[in-house]
């Protein structure tokens, strides 16, 4: 089985800007390579979507690039696991906007902040 820095893991992304300003999505990475993502917003929280494939790259010892599509959109997202700021880049045939937010790693009793030093190899293609 293939391992990265966020396989296994289940992130918050809040953005500050751009068409989902001021909302929160729920990132869970899989072991088999998916992701599921949902709202987790007030008293309507969304319903689980689940992608089939991301792709990750590790950029740095504390920063790694992810893209999946969706719905006709690419989502690709910067990880800073240093300041745990991301920068994200969602796109379809007709428009693309640029979102700037923050994350942080969810587990079952506490938040925590994550470090991707742990990760075992420089640069992943997530195959299911």
Same mark, same amino acid.
């Given at each position: 089985m293939k391992t990265d820095a966020i396989r296994g893991k289940t992130f918050r992304w809040t953005f500050t800007d751009g068409p989902m300003a001021k909302r929160t999505f729920e990132h869970s990475f899989e072991h088999k390579g998916s992701v599921t993502f949902r709202s987790i917003d007030g008293d309507t929280k969304g319903k689980p979507t689940e992608i089939g494939k991301y792709e990750l790259a590790q950029v740095s /010892? !504390?920063?790694? /690039? =992810?893209?999946y599509l969706s719905s006709g959109y !690419? =989502? !690709?997202v910067i990880l800073d696991f240093e300041t745990h700021n991301l920068f994200a880049f969602s796109s379809n045939e007709k428009a693309m906007s640029l979102q700037h937010g923050t994350f942080e790693e969810i587990t079952a009793v506490h938040p925590r902040k994550h470090s991707i030093k742990d990760a075992k190899t420089p640069t992943q293609s997530q195959d299911p």
């Amino acid at each position: 089985m293939k391992t990265d820095a966020i396989r296994g893991k289940t992130f918050r992304w809040t953005f500050t800007d751009g068409p989902m300003a001021k909302r929160t999505f729920e990132h869970s990475f899989e072991h088999k390579g998916s992701v599921t993502f949902r709202s987790i917003d007030g008293d309507t929280k969304g319903k689980p979507t689940e992608i089939g494939k991301y792709e990750l790259a590790q950029v740095s /010892a !504390t920063v790694c /690039a =992810l893209s999946y599509l969706s719905s006709g959109y !690419t =989502l !690709t997202v910067i990880l800073d696991f240093e300041t745990h700021n991301l920068f994200a880049f969602s796109s379809n045939e007709k428009a693309m906007s640029l979102q700037h937010g923050t994350f942080e790693e969810i587990t079952a009793v506490h938040p925590r902040k994550h470090s991707i030093k742990d990760a075992k190899t420089p640069t992943q293609s997530q195959d299911p």
